[in-house]
Nanobody, 115 residues
Framework: QVQLVESGGGLVQPGGSLRLSCTAS????????MGWYRQAPGKERELVAR???????TYADSAEGRFTISRDNAKNTVYLQMNSLKPEDTAVYYC?????????WGQGTRVTVSS
């Protein structure tokens, strides 16, 4: 089993920044993808950014240029630096890990962008 623990959400004003963290623990044998999804009220969960095989970073169009995903392989941790936040970024952000056999989700961390 793999556990994902997220942190870093909160309330921020438009134009502000937040940094999310996700640490994976447990029986991690390999990582195919690891990254961030989000789900806004009334909408489906969508990809924000992720690493593929710890190498290639992929971003949603809405995140490109404003968000940066990074990683610390030694700590099995990924980060999402979110800048220039907009009200439409308001959502619950979920960490996701695919080890090639199973897909794991964190409990989610809420991000609210509002003045």
């Amino acid at each position: 089993q793999v556990q994902l623990v997220e942190s870093g959400g909160g309330l921020v004003q438009p134009g502000g920044s937040l940094r999310l963290s996700c640490t994976a623990s447990g029986d991690i044998f390999s990582i195919t993808t690891m990254g961030w999804y989000r789900q806004a009220p009334g909408k489906e969960r969508e990809l924000v950014a992720r690493f593929t095989s710890h190498i290639t970073a992929t971003y949603a169009d809405s995140a490109e240029g404003r968000f940066t995903i990074s990683r610390d392989n030694a700590k099995n941790t990924v980060y999402l630096q979110m800048n220039s936040l907009k009200p439409e970024d308001t959502a619950v952000y979920y960490c996701n890990l695919n080890d090639g056999l199973s897909i794991y989700w964190g409990q989610g961390t809420r991000v609210t962008v509002s003045s």
